[in-house]
């Protein structure tokens, strides 16, 4: 089991790099053309599109960390309210919930992506749109790793946070 969880460390890791790298090259590629049409006068057409997969990529990965980390859109109240065995089936509810949706992102994001893999992309004719639809599979996939490991671990919900931690700011 610790090599499972080595492992999904590491996937995890590579995940906030891989976002990270997309989000710097966005970074760097929207002012180039900026530049281009506004300076020189003379638009790039492929900054613009660029930008728009790595989001894809930078949005998808960023979910499936956020995700591990306990810090996806969640309502904190109701498990917060709860206890024992009531908080633990909750817990077990929302990963199958979670575990439902990552099966339909993967199964039917295969599909998508098969049927449009010989379309191209317009401003990248060697690109096939199947391509920029990877992430719906492979992070549904991931996502999955990440339910198996919270099932094994059976960490449901993340820990209350700590009164006495000096970064809690204080609502007194």
Not at 41 to 54: D, F, G, K, Q, T
Request: proline share 8%.
């Amino acid at each position: 089991m610790q090599a499972y969880f080595n492992a999904m460390d590491v996937l995890h890791r590579a995940c906030v790099f891989i976002a990270g790298v997309a989000l710097v090259v966005i970074v760097i590629i929207i002012p180039y053309g900026v530049f281009t049409r506004y300076v020189l006068n003379s638009a790039s057409s492929w900054p613009e599109p660029m930008a728009i997969l790595l989001m894809i990529v930078l949005s998808f990965l960023s979910a499936v960390v956020c995700y591990r980390e306990h810090m996806h859109i969640g309502v904190g109240l109701l498990p917060s309210a709860l206890r024992g065995l009531p908080r633990t089936l909750l817990g077990i509810f929302i990963e199958l919930a979670m575990l439902a949706t990552n099966l339909f992102l993967l199964w039917y994001g295969i599909r998508l992506v098969q049927r449009t893999w010989h379309q191209s992309i317009a401003e990248f004719p060697v690109v096939s749109v199947g391509v920029s639809y990877l992430p719906v599979p492979i992070v549904g996939f991931i996502t999955i790793l990440f339910i198996i490991e919270r099932f094994m671990k059976g960490d449901w919900f993340p820990p209350p946070p700590d009164p006495d931690d000096p970064n809690i700011i204080s609502t007194e």
